[in-house]
């Protein structure tokens, strides 16, 4: 996973430059530092959140070539190898972003389980932002994962769960570091909230904003660059993540914020 951060911004059809996120230059964190699962309860390996008992969130890129039976989540552990974990648990069906992959703004997917997860103080149910959740620029957001603690040893990664806080940044300053990110109308590419490179394998993880997973972490131009990693924008996705939820798993088990 990733812990090599600088710089974030939310990118969205809806959104104006103050609805972006990420950290100037001297806010550069590398690794983190370390924290436990119970500030992070709805975390999960592989990365993402949970969404109910039976639901996680994670980034279409992740599960868009595996068969369901080959993703499996592990919940309630602040360690890499498992330790103190409640369990893990079989995925049945992945649903992708709507247009994922010929949009990549779309990065974004459901995983259904074959199994109830248990629901406890060490593996909740992720807050979830509503359509019109605001994010300034330039607010705290905090990230998670076992990701490089170290950006020229991709072994450096710790053995128990960091977190790293990084800052908003304006969105018409992300896009002049993307200038191939932008759609048709010469605007942002809906669906992006950037944060600071990402490292290897921490793709799918949630980015927190006072505890709302607002940011599903995406792509990005190596490690602690001077370019923003890219997250998709959660916020966009909340009816959709609702509708399914709700039709497929049967259950209203879901809280958006």
């Given at each position: 996973m990733i812990l090599a951060w600088m710089s974030l911004a939310l990118f969205d059809v809806y959104a104006s430059p103050k609805m972006s996120v990420a950290a100037p230059k001297s806010a550069r964190i590398i690794g983190g530092e370390p924290t436990t699962i119970d500030r992070y309860p709805d975390m999960i390996q592989i990365m993402g959140v949970i969404l109910n008992s039976r639901a996680v969130l994670t980034a279409a890129h992740c599960t868009e070539k595996a068969a369901p039976i080959q993703r499996l989540v592990r919940i309630g552990t602040?360690?890499?190898n498992g330790t103190g974990s409640l369990g893990t648990f079989r995925t049945r069906r992945i649903i992708l972003?709507?247009?994922f992959p010929y949009e990549f703004d779309y990065d974004i997917s459901i995983m259904l389980l074959k199994q109830a997860m248990p629901i406890t103080p060490i593996s909740q149910i992720a807050k979830i932002p509503r359509p019109d959740y605001y994010l300034p620029d330039n607010a705290p957001v905090w990230t998670i994962g076992w990701g490089m603690?170290?950006?020229?040893?991709?072994y450096s990664g710790p053995e128990q769960l960091h977190h790293v806080q990084v800052y908003s940044i304006n969105q018409e300053d992300c896009v002049e570091k993307y200038l191939n990110r932008v759609?048709?109308?010469g605007e942002p590419d809906p669906a992006y909230i950037t944060d600071n490179q990402l490292?290897?394998?921490v793709w799918g993880v949630g980015v927190y904003h006072n505890g709302v997973v607002?940011?599903?972490?995406s792509w990005g131009h190596y490690c602690a660059t001077e370019y923003p990693g890219v997250n998709v924008r959660v916020s966009?996705?909340?009816n959709w993540i609702d509708r399914y939820?709700?039709?497929v798993t049967k259950s209203y088990l879901l809280l958006i914020i």
């Open positions: 602040s360690f890499i972003g709507q247009n603690t170290d950006v020229n040893d991709p759609n048709k109308k490292c290897t394998g607002v940011g599903i972490i966009r996705f909340s939820i709700v039709v």
